[in-house]
């Protein structure tokens, strides 16, 4: 993480996470006129082999309005810091391997002799528990308190095991490893400067995609 002046972080403007909300926004409004667009969209495990694109493609659509507006106010939230924080790229990588992630965990905990080999998951929720599992590691690092944070991650998790919410929990711890993890492993900058740090970064973020490559192809053989 690199250290910036007063200045410079009241100049930056979150143009990523603007980008991500208004992405999703335009998808539900989309959605709204053309209900087999969640269809094409949504991650199950039964059909992602086929169509590799849902792991990703889930995190743009929303059961709902309310889902839309609760993760896109917790990507608010979290992306105005995050993305000052580690800067534009990162975020973004983080954001996007956050989802994948949270589908690859899905993916794993599910059974083809099971409902939930065909059962769709829609939402940012893997990205955004991606964003807060980052924070955290973010909030030890900077020696702040982080017992809030752990009481909003802790009360979301709780909500996703609660039976009849229809909220598919495994995206959420999948997110939130995922964000954690590649946070801890860039977080740190290299003493030999921005360059050795930036490249570290692009081989973990590439590293992260292989390795969830990797257990989409072990699930699925």
Not at 42 to 53: H, K, R, V
Not at 55 to 73: K, P
């Amino acid at each position: 993480m690199e250290e910036q002046s007063v200045t410079e972080r009241r100049a930056y403007r979150p143009w990523a996470t603007v980008a991500l909300i208004a992405i999703n926004i335009g998808v539900y409004l989309v959605e709204m006129v053309w209900s087999g667009l969640s269809q094409a969209l949504l991650f199950a495990p039964g059909i992602a082999e086929d169509q590799p694109y849902r792991f990703i493609s889930s995190a743009f659509a929303h059961s709902g309005f309310w889902h839309l507006i609760f993760n896109m106010y917790a990507l608010w939230l979290m992306g105005m810091f995050l993305e000052r924080a580690i800067g534009r790229w990162r975020f973004v990588m983080l954001y996007a391997l956050a989802a994948i992630g949270g589908n690859v965990f899905v993916l794993l905990t599910a059974s083809e002799d099971t409902m939930g080999w065909w059962t769709g998951v829609v939402g940012a929720s893997g990205a955004v528990f991606g964003l807060f599992g980052a924070l955290f590691v973010v909030q030890r690092h900077l020696g702040r308190n982080d017992v809030q944070l752990l009481v909003i991650i802790g009360i979301n998790l709780v909500i996703g095991f609660m039976p009849g919410m229809n909220i598919s929990w495994q995206s959420h711890v999948g997110g939130l490893i995922v964000g954690a993890i590649l946070m801890a492993a860039t977080l740190r900058p290299l003493k030999k400067g921005r360059n050795a740090s930036a490249v570290r970064d692009v081989l973990v973020y590439l590293g992260g995609l292989a390795l969830l490559v990797a257990l989409i192809v072990y699930s699925y053989a």
